[in-house]
């Protein structure tokens, strides 16, 4: 006897179209970083490896269905490493998952490394000024950048000369009167700006 049975179930078909794994790496800044190396590990072994271009992003292509662990290997120079092991978890084509949020809200952060900062130049010496003062003087280092901000957000800049003066003619704009205050910063080269150094306008 044949039986033609007309009540089967439907096939479930299972998607196994790639996806792209896509996503950014970033400083505590939100200032992309170029140059990191991810590995994207699955349970059998294999695994992609990818590196982030100019805008911090990385792609792995092609990325079937399943479950993933997403590591950093590579850090550019002056930065540390992340350290943790991120779960992929690729549904479909549509739908990524890193560490349980949309593929499109993860972004990795790597920490500037302390040990390779730039140091910080020392702040410049200003010296004190009248509402009468048409010229503020100092003293830096050689060849260092000097910024005065007036009051108003009025600010001038000037080079420290080879005897470590410096001076600033103040703005035809901005009239000093007592009790302002003026800062003076230093930036040196291959060096993070000094702290500010004030002065307040004596009479």
């Not at 505590?28 to 699955?42: E, F, H, Q, T």
């Not at 001076?167 to 035809?172: A, G, R």
Request: aromatic content about 6%; overall charge negative; hydrophobic content about 35%.
């Amino acid at each position: 006897m044949i039986c033609n049975n007309t009540f089967r179930k439907p096939c479930c078909r299972v998607n196994t179209r790639p996806a792209r794994v896509r996503f950014q790496a970033i400083d505590p800044d939100d200032r992309p970083i170029c140059g990191s190396v991810y590995r994207l590990a699955c349970a059998n072994g294999k695994y992609l490896n990818g590196i982030t271009d100019s805008c911090g992003y990385v792609t792995f292509c092609g990325v079937l269905p399943g479950s993933y662990e997403l590591t950093q290997i590579a850090v550019p120079y002056g930065f540390l490493p992340d350290g943790a092991t991120h779960n992929v978890e690729v549904l479909d084509q549509n739908c990524v998952k890193i560490d349980g949020l949309p593929m499109r809200c993860f972004q990795s952060v790597n920490q500037p490394d302390p040990s390779v900062a730039p140091p910080q130049a020392a702040p410049p010496v200003i010296n004190a000024a009248g509402a009468a003062t048409i010229t503020i003087t100092g003293e830096g280092t050689p060849g260092c950048k000097i910024e005065l901000c007036f009051p108003e957000g009025i600010s001038a800049c000037t080079t420290v000369r080879r005897d470590g003066t410096w001076s600033i003619d103040v703005p035809e704009d901005c009239m000093l009167e007592e009790n302002d205050v003026i800062k003076a910063t230093q930036s040196c080269e291959c060096q993070l700006a000094s702290e500010p150094e004030t002065i307040v306008v004596g009479p």
